[in-house]
């Protein structure tokens, strides 16, 4: 397979198709989503960065940082096209989300690494938080 040149940016106007693809992709876009809340997903990040062909404009990947900006961040949605995908793109994403929150002095970085993503994480650095359960809120 041949390497495809890409670089690491924030996203901008324009992105938002791409961005629904991947999040399809990733079987994280419900039916109830459309693109006026895809704008507030973007808005609301502390950062959204995409990978992106260059050459073409075409967007590879993608990653977002959720923090308040002084203490705490999770990243959210890294992922890549499957045909992109063994190529570095994914971890530079996640290796530009961590400088962010190292620039901003945010030391506690966590995440939910979904199934069969573990090892992609811990080569990254992170690891297991023992005794804790990730959770989530269905009530009404």
Known sequence: MTKIP???RRIRPGDEQEIIRLYKEGGWWSEGFDEPSLGGLIRGSYAFLVAMDPSSGKILGMGRLISDGASDAYIQDVIVFPEYRDQGIGMTI???L???C???GIGWI???AGPGTEYFYTRAGFRRM???VPMLFEGR
């Open 6 to 8: 890409f670089e690491v």
């Open 102 to 104: 190292r620039e901003n």
């Open 130 to 132: 023992g005794g804790f």
């Open 110 to 112: 966590g995440l939910i």
């Open 98 to 100: 961590l400088k962010i």
């Open 94 to 96: 996640l290796q530009e």
